[in-house]
């Protein structure tokens, strides 16, 4: 059962489905009047959280499963030194300064919506890509 959950499909089907979540939360909170700016962005930064955590628990879960029971896998160190990686790092990093300047009021919450919803859209991309080119068997 768990080798067929930890697959790099079944890692883009999360990955998916929490973008379209994304997605139509963005789309929600920039057209409508519904949610004010602090709770917009407040709720995009729980979104973002979300999405980071499971895509990257399941791809961890994923190549940890793959190196237990193969010979041939991704190590971790190949894993974490892609470039593909470092760009999710630095844009995870980027996405925590916006975080930080919002909320100490450096930058209006309006302001920091956008570059944090450009981040996390990017940031699922970079999950989608690295399944497909990490394969860890």
């Not at 979300?50 to 793959?66: I, S």
Request: charged content about 10%.
């Amino acid at each position: 059962m768990k080798e067929g959950f930890l697959t790099a499909r079944w890692n883009n089907i999360v990955s998916i489905a929490l973008g379209v979540m994304a997605t139509l939360y963005i789309i929600i909170a920039t057209t409508t009047t519904v949610l004010g700016d602090m709770a917009g962005f407040t709720g995009l930064v729980v979104i973002g959280g979300a999405t980071c955590l499971f895509g990257e628990m399941h791809t961890t879960a994923r190549f940890a499963w793959a190196r237990k029971h193969s010979i041939h896998y991704v190590t971790d160190k190949q894993r974490a030194t892609h470039r593909i990686s470092i760009i999710g790092y630095i844009l995870g990093g980027a996405a925590l300064l916006v975080i930080f300047l919002t909320y100490s009021r450096i930058i209006g919450y309006t302001t920091g919506f956008i570059p944090l919803a450009v981040i996390i859209i990017l940031k699922i991309d970079l999950n989608m890509t690295r399944n497909a080119r990490l394969v860890p068997h």
